[in-house]
């Protein structure tokens, strides 16, 4: 029974309200909105499971273009992997050996797309975290953090960012990571986010954590190999995977924000006053 | 290279300084404190793999106190397991079925142990999060947050709470869980949390995620038995493990904070001039 319980309060922490109960903060059919195909990657590993990640074309474009390319050209098909798994910080993916020839007209040196102008929020958080003066959301399912009129994806738990080297490098794209744990706010701004793992990151978060410095894997048998990566747009259409953000520009979606800032029901007898933006992810589904 | 220069590069956001190096932040030797034995507790599970956690005996007495009962009665040793993992939230372990007698003296229903009196802190974060007024560290390795006088232990990653039914049950400490994701602080204060894991968390935090509502597995094959849970000072001295908590009380650990809130080097461009304090846990080691 306790268990029982203590399940059902905290599915009030992970999950959106019943659709049968009418709350303030209940979507509307219409609120929730198909992500494009050309968002969505599919990385499928060589056990069978896939995790898909959203791009985030907006705010990264020009890694975002290299992403396409390299997926078009079924660069990540062959001689890739998950080749790095550190404990409460990422799962990292693409080439361990870094040798293989990227895709025709990949940038190699892309522009530093850490950050943008802004805002684009159409909603936001009541109060500001250690990290920046305000957080909130895109009117299609994106968080974002900023200062002033400049504003940036935050590191949070499933979101993207692409490996890079040493300031000034950026990274191509071709090796990217995860967060899988608690969210590492410090890169922000010092890194690329191209996107957010919405689908499968369990996949990457069970897998064994490498024993290597950081996370890496010290044999390449340790390795989840990497088998395809695709667009759901480069799929056939009876194919493609289909998901659905949740529209931030409603009233529906401010009542959401402040009952993840205040807890409510029988479990909860302190609300907090307050959440940071990678304890209130924007809703993310499988279209039903 | 450029995963090593990037592994490099991050070294610094979840590792101490390199002892070679005469920074500010450097700890001396006498900064390393051991953990009393009565605060270890060693839980190893049937694959062989064990987990230990630091018991909060200061925080949640009575608590703690009936986890040490429960480990000198070995309660933990038969009929338990890892039962729960639920992705970017928790891992959870004790008795699935709820039905085992708990051991003689165990207090059932404790009082609520989710904040007490303070503050206890000897060094604090420079700004504030959505969760607290302000957060810290005691001078023995423990976070806290707190408003005003009263404080509290954070539901930080690796973090250790005392599962319950609905309020005002409190949960006994026979059904434990730790954070195994993005830290979910709207729990602050309506938990009692009693330790933190130390050592050993990716053998939680690797397993399988279950697939019934909230993580919990939906066949008992799925789950991880335990084996035993043993205080260290129930153990045969040369079987004892150590570990050590870094001393807050200097200026060492003041420069210490301040690095972790503008992360610096060849790295990072764009220091954040802030930390949560669940991305600033206080440093612990095994004893060298």
Redesign the interface.
């Given at each position: 029974?306790?268990?029982f319980?203590?399940?059902a309060?905290?599915?009030q922490?992970?999950a959106a309200p019943p659709a049968a109960a009418a709350l303030p903060s209940d979507p509307l059919p219409a609120d929730w909105v198909a992500v494009p195909d050309d968002e969505l990657l599919v990385f499928t590993l060589a056990n069978g499971h896939s995790f898909t990640v959203r791009l985030a074309s907006r705010y990264a474009p020009v890694h975002v273009a290299n992403i396409r390319k390299l997926a078009a050209a079924q660069w990540w098909d062959a001689g890739t992997s998950v080749?790095?798994?550190?404990?409460?910080?990422v799962a990292?993916w693409g080439d361990?050996t870094?040798k293989k020839p990227l895709a025709a007209g990949v940038v190699e040196t892309p522009p530093a797309e850490?950050s943008h102008a802004g805002p684009t929020t159409v909603a936001r958080?009541?109060?500001?975290?250690?990290?920046s003066e305000w957080a909130g959301y895109s009117r299609d399912g994106w968080p974002l953090a900023g200062n002033g009129a400049t504003e940036w994806l935050p590191h949070?738990?499933?979101m993207v960012g692409v490996?890079?080297?040493?300031?000034?490098?950026t990274?191509s794209g071709a090796?990217l990571y995860t967060v899988?744990?608690?969210?590492?706010?410090?890169?922000?701004?010092?890194i690329a986010v191209v996107g957010r793992v919405i689908d499968g990151?369990?996949w990457l978060?069970?897998?064994?954590?490498g024993t290597g410095?950081?996370g890496?894997y010290t044999t390449a048998g340790e390795r989840s190999p990497i088998v395809s990566a695709r667009l759901a747009s480069a799929l056939p259409a009876a194919a493609r995977p289909h998901f659905e953000y949740r529209r931030a520009d409603n009233p529906r979606f401010i009542a959401w924000i402040a009952s993840?800032?205040n807890?409510s029901g029988?479990?909860?007898?302190?609300p907090?006053?307050?959440?940071?933006i990678?304890?209130a992810l924007p809703p993310v589904r499988k279209a039903p």
């Amino acid at each position: 029974m306790l268990n029982f319980l203590l399940a059902a309060a905290l599915a009030q922490a992970v999950a959106a309200p019943p659709a049968a109960a009418a709350l303030p903060s209940d979507p509307l059919p219409a609120d929730w909105v198909a992500v494009p195909d050309d968002e969505l990657l599919v990385f499928t590993l060589a056990n069978g499971h896939s995790f898909t990640v959203r791009l985030a074309s907006r705010y990264a474009p020009v890694h975002v273009a290299n992403i396409r390319k390299l997926a078009a050209a079924q660069w990540w098909d062959a001689g890739t992997s998950v080749y790095r798994l550190q404990d409460n910080y990422v799962a990292q993916w693409g080439d361990a050996t870094e040798k293989k020839p990227l895709a025709a007209g990949v940038v190699e040196t892309p522009p530093a797309e850490y950050s943008h102008a802004g805002p684009t929020t159409v909603a936001r958080l009541a109060q500001r975290d250690p990290y920046s003066e305000w957080a909130g959301y895109s009117r299609d399912g994106w968080p974002l953090a900023g200062n002033g009129a400049t504003e940036w994806l935050p590191h949070c738990y499933g979101m993207v960012g692409v490996a890079r080297d040493l300031a000034p490098s950026t990274g191509s794209g071709a090796e990217l990571y995860t967060v899988i744990g608690h969210s590492p706010r410090a890169l922000d701004r010092n890194i690329a986010v191209v996107g957010r793992v919405i689908d499968g990151i369990e996949w990457l978060s069970s897998l064994p954590r490498g024993t290597g410095d950081l996370g890496f894997y010290t044999t390449a048998g340790e390795r989840s190999p990497i088998v395809s990566a695709r667009l759901a747009s480069a799929l056939p259409a009876a194919a493609r995977p289909h998901f659905e953000y949740r529209r931030a520009d409603n009233p529906r979606f401010i009542a959401w924000i402040a009952s993840r800032e205040n807890r409510s029901g029988p479990f909860f007898t302190v609300p907090a006053g307050g959440a940071d933006i990678c304890a209130a992810l924007p809703p993310v589904r499988k279209a039903p």
